[in-house]
């Protein structure tokens, strides 16, 4: 690890149709009038418990454009309600609160945030990141380059809590990076070739947080704490290691740890288990209106918990003030009905995944016989032809949705008709052939095609059970399917479960979500569209063979398989024209190939918002990936106007 003083860089470049550098500075450094206190935190200041607003901020707070983003001045106070389904959903207010190192606007162009500015080389291989003077963790304590160094040292470079070391956007090929402290306010990462991975993870969804707050985890730390002291703790928790003391209380995102410090627009106050979670404004807060009045608007942010089947309902009745999450286009009569007694509205956004939702064949499967089948393109391709989508388009969703292929949608520069039309259209006879080609051609007396080993061809499909319309699709499909010999029968689990058995291999196929970046650009990355994830159900040994570094996992055996991984290298060492070839040459193989098998896209996402909230917009994009669903439209700046 490298620590030393230098000049900042002022060396700019496009990166992903932005200039990143010193000109991004500009709204941070727009002048701003002092204005009153904050009313929540009135009695705190005249008490001397907390220091003024000004004190509280940084010197150069963000400054939001509301001209940019459409957005009005508001007012202060009150708070909004939502519903999640399960209390490990609370970690929906960091995908909400989206206060990120960069992150994305609305036009899903990547601008500073928590950074005042970051400096990219022309060689995209050196990133060089501002932080803000005099900006404060949520207990008051600096924000400065000594907890992007704790870790970097002694987190993701300690053996006891990072056994296999920094995650993988740290990485070039099997280069990690080099980090260096310029000074109190600036950090660096370099390699010796282009990361192309470093600024889109850190504007994610679900980011990294490549900075942790120092002052407060190392007393649970075995490099800072007295031995006996920390295993005094460790003791009275019952836990095995210091580490695994650290790692519980420092989690970021699952916001386990309500007394831990935290750069977010709202803070936890409520510990589980609850079904209702309290989260209140942060003090110090890093974002600030045209007018200089620190964000956010609202005061507190509660999460109620419902069971997932009565949250139309209680949406319905009045419940809630800003709600998306557990909503699908079947509750939009229903919610229709009920505006005129409520106070509310509900809108339809567009979606951002490429397909609502998508079967999943499972290629590294461990059954021998199945995994054969699977990986014989003839088979899914027989499988798509033998799903009437339009049944489903009309059944389930008005026909306001479209039949498709798990793939980018038409507003991607990437996208071509053919990856959504490719095998879409029900063609029983088409399908029929290609499964006798494949020497699939025995039947029992039911009729229903047997496998090589004589075993009759049932395919268990395994869902989440989290959204109930995956289910009703795939009750419709069973009955398609039976047309082409093939019987289906449903499991449902949770989602940890699913995930677990499809990671081991006992699962065939699954059902779910298709891919987040239905929007995806040549410079974003195309993880969703090669096996480099275990999460990705359709060959989840393969991505955790990568993931792993081979420790782990499958290494990927088929032909095309072996063509997208070297896509994807191709991709990650291209300039911007050479990774708009890997990522068409990606795309092309997935179209030909149904590793996934898309549904139905294009389905309106309900989004009920009351009346008297203020900044929401009437249409948005409802995307996990990129934009956190409301974070890219700051729920910060939201405000009632009562």
């Not at 970051?118 to 060689?123: F, G, I, P, T």
């Amino acid at each position: 690890m490298k620590h030393c003083a230098s000049s900042t860089v002022s060396a700019h470049r496009m990166f992903g149709g932005l200039i990143i550098g010193m000109g991004l500075v500009g709204a941070s450094l727009m002048p701003v009038m002092a204005q009153a206190e904050v009313p929540y935190f009135e009695d705190a200041v005249a008490k001397g418990t907390l220091p003024a607003m000004l004190e509280r901020l940084p010197e150069h707070p963000n400054v939001i454009d509301f001209g940019a983003e459409d957005k009005t001045i508001g007012k202060y106070g009150g708070e909004f309600v939502t519903i999640m389904g399960r209390s490990k959903d609370i970690r929906m207010a960091v995908v909400y609160g989206y206060a990120r190192l960069v992150g994305y606007d609305q036009d899903l162009n990547l601008q500073p945030d928590i950074l005042e500015a970051l400096d990219v080389n022309e060689e995209g291989n050196v990133f060089t990141l501002h932080l803000r003077k005099g900006h404060k963790w949520s207990d008051g304590e600096p924000f400065t380059a000594e907890d992007f160094r704790y870790y970097w040292e002694d987190i993701v470079n300690n053996d006891e809590l990072f056994p296999v070391g920094p995650p993988r956007f740290l990485f070039v090929g099997d280069e990690p990076a080099t980090f260096e402290v310029l000074d109190e306010y600036t950090v660096r990462y370099s390699w010796s070739q282009p990361n192309p991975f470093f600024l889109t993870e850190l504007a994610a969804t679900r980011p990294p947080f490549i900075y942790r707050p120092a002052h407060y985890l190392k007393q649970f730390h075995e490099k800072y704490r007295d031995h006996d002291e920390l295993e005094q703790l460790v003791h009275e928790r019952g836990l095995r290691s210091w580490a695994v003391l650290h790692t519980d209380l420092d989690r970021p995102y699952k916001l386990s740890n309500i007394n831990r410090p935290s750069l977010e627009p709202w803070l936890i106050t409520t510990e589980e288990p609850s079904d209702r979670f309290v989260f209140v404004r942060n003090p110090y807060y890093h974002r600030v209106d045209p007018e200089g009045n620190q964000l956010p608007y609202i005061d507190k942010m509660i999460f109620n918990i419902s069971n997932s089947k009565l949250v139309p309902a209680k949406v319905g009745a009045g419940e809630v003030d800003l709600q998306s999450r557990i909503l699908s286009l079947k509750d939009y009569t229903f919610l229709k009905q009920s505006e005129g007694k409520q106070n509310y509205q509900v809108r339809l956004w567009d979606v951002g995944a490429g397909s609502y939702a998508a079967l999943y064949p499972n290629l590294t499967c461990s059954d021998p016989v199945w995994r054969d089948v699977m990986r014989d393109v003839r088979f899914r391709r027989a499988l798509s032809l033998g799903i009437n989508r339009t049944e489903i388009n009309r059944v389930l969703f008005f026909g306001l949705a479209q039949p498709t292929n798990n793939t980018v949608l038409p507003k991607s520069p990437l996208f071509k008709p053919e990856y959504r039309e490719n095998y879409v259209k029900f063609d029983v006879k088409a399908a029929n052939a290609l499964l006798d080609d494949m020497g699939l051609d025995q039947r029992n007396d039911d009729g229903i095609r047997l496998l090589p080993d004589g075993r009759p061809m049932e395919i268990i499909v395994e869902t989440t059970g989290e959204n109930p319309e995956h289910d009703d699709m795939l009750e419709l499909i069973g009955d398609s399917w039976r047309q082409i010999g093939i019987k289906m029968f449903v499991k449902g689990l949770q989602r940890e479960v699913l995930r677990n058995r499809a990671y081991s291999g006992e699962t065939i196929m699954s059902i779910f979500n298709g891919v987040d970046n239905g929007l995806a650009t040549a410079n974003s990355v195309p993880s969703e569209f090669v096996p480099v994830q275990q999460d990705s159900l359709q060959w989840p040994k393969w991505g955790q063979y990568y993931q792993t570094d081979g420790e782990a996992g499958e290494t990927p055996d088929m032909p095309a398989a072996k063509e997208l991984m070297d896509l994807y290298r191709k991709w990650q060492t291209s300039n911007e024209k050479g990774r708009r070839e890997a990522w068409q040459g990606i795309l092309d193989i997935n179209s030909e190939n149904m590793f996934s098998i898309g549904l139905i896209g294009n389905v309106p996402q309900p989004v009920v918002v009351d009346k008297d909230l203020r900044n929401v917009p009437e249409k948005g994009i409802h995307s996990w990936e990129p934009g956190a669903f409301f974070g890219i439209y700051r729920p910060d700046t939201f405000w009632w106007d009562r």
